[in-house]
């Protein structure tokens, strides 16, 4: 089972910084606090969450991280050295290529383990369409063996592995090529958060599809959904991971789920509230049911945060649905293939 | 400390600033897109007390032709926020001053962009203004091609002022207010609201307040324009001049018009661009140079010659005749300027041109023993040539190694740089006044 954690400065829930009124909690050093717990729990990645996204607002989010993401991925890379690091970032915000030297500059700096979690502008599917096929090219203008350093020959790569995308389409026009190395990982991961508007476009180009539902009905739904939109895509289950977003509210034994109460809904996520064992067995269930690879949390505190990274993830760990995981890319731990370089296909770069 | 002091940056490039530098055997030509030997870099400026690093930037390769680009290290590089928010969580006190387009960002992204940089080093963030003058940064963006000098200007300017604006639309202490009420305190958060030719900026910035008021202005404009915009908005410029003289004025020039921007002679620091060869004894720093400049291959040489004086190609003109005679471009008129003055000055041919800008690209270089580098310092600093340097070591690491272990003991020794930092930020180690107290 693979398990994500989105990180927030107080937890998810939109009143946890009346519990923790701690500015601390905003900086650096506490969030990395955070990460490195989830790391060494054996969480395979953390969310790094954009409340911001589409346009300028009227304060600084309670839920969302407190620095722009792809920067915060940055330097969260170079202090934690395992765990996956998916940003968000929103079309509206960042140029294609801006966008893709940051994520292809944030893949080299981890190491392989950077992702991008592509928030669209819901107004315009083929600018999105056309925006995420810019970045994909342009990630692809070097292929894997491309660059020789060779200093004898004074030759620093093989021009012949260079593809210049010379992209002009309805919405963008990018000559390329990017001028980032080629990606450890091929290329950085693409993470979307499933909804109705961008379905075709996550099924189309999405590594990893995150699923949001309120019931397990609704989840079981969801998932039957992107896999036939994926297929529909002429993709395999296989080549995809898809998981939940989930709440987890955790009460001890004596307390009953009653005390759960306190917590409201949130409608990109599915609440689990019980005791430590039954929580993981609703994950189990549900995962069954729904046929996916996982489960990403939404802490609504930090207190449930820790409650889950002591008690739940153990538990699977004993269980036997998490163990050591060797993969040293993202890819790798998510159990998904290299990116392979087009031209190993014999295909055009920019379809 | 009764002297004044100098400032010092160091301007990272991947193995080093001489264009052949990843050829050299001690290089490692794997330096551009190792973040390790970047973080490594930072430390050592940092060690020697250095203001600030900096990091130059380009939106697109530098070179359209693919078999000169293949022979350049610099034709790949990581994109400077990312890098500098790397280098920031694995340092303390050092400036980071990353360079970022006018012309192919947007004031939101990039004002949020500088103040998480600034969030993440406590208050150490830097932006280098450039308007980007290359047709192949303006392929990456749109299909009109680049636009005239003045109107990247026009832009530049609203531009600056939109992230000025959005950097003081939250002020110290807008979250978490100790009445405990909300989460953020409304009567500390501005929103703006501009509309103007350019760009609509509505809202506030997602971000605390800058830990130094708001992140450091970089500049290095040399036209008209661009001075002006410096003498308006800019903290510190770079510059690159070759002659003492050439220095002198351009100094005395930026700093003349601060006066009618209401700011005082010290609220701007200029430093130029020095390129400094370090050995034990002068035969040795000749020699460090020449095992350089042999390793310049004269196409691209050549080609970089071209790229700085605009010219599609200089490869028709005889490589040991002089300069072709030009018109002004719509580019960088300065640097251009720079460069035909330099071979008329000195009767060099295109090939000794070529090696002699592939080498320092430009700027001042310096070649000698530490005293000698020292006091070429010294000087144009107490006559009104410099506020202080930015240090363009050939290669990396050693360059800056030497400069830290040999030269900065000697600007020591003469009361010339700092032993201690003398602050936590970028703004107080620079002694520049916070926008907070006007």
């Known amino acids: ?351 | 400390m009764s002297r004044p002091q100098m400032k010092l940056g160091a301007f990272l490039m991947a193995g080093g600033h001489h264009i052949a530098a990843w050829r050299h055997p001690d290089a490692h030509a794997q330096a551009g897109s190792d973040i390790d030997h970047f973080i490594q870099l930072a430390r050592i400026a940092e060690r020697g007390k250095f203001d600030m690093i900096f990091i130059e930037d380009a939106a697109a390769i530098r070179e359209r032709n693919p078999d000169l680009a293949s022979q350049a290290a610099r034709s790949t590089a990581f994109e400077p926020l990312s890098l500098l928010a790397a280098i920031a969580v694995n340092t303390s006190h050092i400036g980071l001053v990353a360079t970022a387009s006018t012309s192919y960002t947007e004031p939101y992204g990039l004002a949020r962009s500088f103040a998480a940089l600034d969030q993440l080093s406590g208050g150490r963030a830097g932006w280098n203004l450039v308007t980007s003058a290359s047709e192949l940064e303006a392929e990456n963006f749109a299909s009109s091609g680049l636009r005239p000098h003045s109107e990247r200007y026009e832009r530049a300017e609203e531009f600056a002022d939109a992230a000025l604006a959005l950097w003081d639309s939250v002020e110290e202490g807008a979250y978490l207010p100790p009445d405990g009420k909300a989460f953020a305190d409304r009567s500390k958060l501005h929103p703006v609201h501009r509309h103007r030719k350019h760009f609509a900026v509505d809202g506030i910035l997602e971000s605390q307040r800058s830990p130094q008021g708001r992140p450091i202005m970089v500049q290095a404009g040399a036209s008209d324009v661009g001075k002006d915009l410096a003498a308006r908005t800019a903290d510190v410029v770079f510059a690159a001049s070759q002659t003492k003289a050439e220095a002198q004025a351009y100094y005395a020039d930026v700093k003349a018009r601060l006066a009618k921007y209401g700011r005082g002679h010290d609220d701007l620091k200029v430093m130029p661009g020095i390129s400094p060869i370090i050995g034990a004894t002068e035969d040795e720093a000749k020699a460090k140079y020449r095992a350089l400049q042999d390793l310049i291959p004269d196409a691209v040489g050549v080609a970089l010659l071209a790229s700085y004086l605009s010219i599609q190609d200089l490869s028709a003109y005889p490589l040991d005749g002089p300069l072709p005679e030009m018109p002004q471009t719509n580019l960088i008129q300065s640097r251009q300027q720079l460069i035909v003055d330099l071979g008329k000055r000195e009767g060099l041919s295109i090939r000794e041109l070529a090696r002699h800008f592939a080498g320092a690209r430009g700027h001042w270089q310096v070649v000698g023993t530490p005293s000698q580098v020292a006091d070429a310092m010294e000087e144009r600093f107490l006559d009104s040539a410099a506020d202080g340097f930015n240090v363009m070591a050939p290669l990396f690491p050693s360059g800056l190694e030497d400069f830290v272990t040999l030269v900065v003991p000697e600007l020591r020794r003469r009361g010339l740089f700092r032993k201690e930092y003398e602050g936590r930020t970028l703004r107080e180690n620079l002694g520049v006044a916070s926008p907070n107290k006007g």
């Open chain 1, 1 to 351: 089972m693979l398990l994500g954690y989105s990180l927030s400065p107080f937890g998810h829930d939109p009143d946890a910084w009346r519990q923790a009124r701690d500015g601390r909690l905003l900086g650096f050093d506490a969030l990395l606090g955070q990460v490195a717990a989830a790391e060494a729990a054996g969480f395979d990645f953390v969310l790094l969450s954009d409340r911001l996204g589409l346009r300028s607002s009227d304060d600084l989010s309670s839920v969302a991280v407190p620095f722009e993401p792809t920067l915060f991925a940055s330097a969260l890379a170079t202090r934690a050295s395992r765990i996956g690091i998916i940003a968000a970032a929103s079309t509206v915000q960042h140029e294609p290529y801006n966008l893709a030297r940051r994520f292809a500059s944030l893949d080299l700096i981890s190491k392989g383990r950077a992702g991008w979690l592509v928030v669209t502008d819901d107004s315009d599917a083929g600018r999105e369409s056309e925006y995420v096929d810019v970045v994909t090219a342009l990630w692809d203008s070097f292929e894997d063996d491309a660059f020789l350093y060779d200093k004898t020959a004074g030759r620093f790569f093989d021009p012949s592995k260079m593809h210049v995308a010379h992209h002009k389409g309805p919405y963008f026009s990018v000559r390329g090529p990017l001028n980032v190395n080629r990606s450890p990982q091929g290329r950085p991961l693409v993470a979307h958060l499933l909804g109705d508007s961008n379905k075709a476009l996550a099924a189309r180009t999405g590594d990893l599809l995150l699923l949001q539902a309120e019931t397990a009905d609704g989840l079981v739904t969801a998932a039957a959904h992107a896999v036939k939109a994926v297929e529909a895509a002429g993709r395999s289950r296989r080549g995809i991971r898809l998981l939940a977003n989930i709440v987890p509210i955790i009460v001890s034994g004596s307390q009953g789920t009653d005390d759960a109460s306190g917590f409201p809904g949130y409608d990109q996520a599915i609440r689990i509230a019980g005791t430590t064992g039954e929580i993981t067995d609703q994950l189990l269930e549900l995962a069954a049911a729904a046929g996916l690879d996982g489960f990403t949390i939404f802490p609504p505190t930090l207190e449930m945060g820790q409650r889950f990274i002591s008690e739940i993830a153990p538990e699977l760990r004993q269980r036997g649905m998490t163990g050591p995981n060797a993969g040293t890319t993202l890819r790798d731990r998510l159990g998904l293939a290299r990116w392979v370089h087009p031209s190993g296909l014999g295909e055009e770069i920019l379809r």
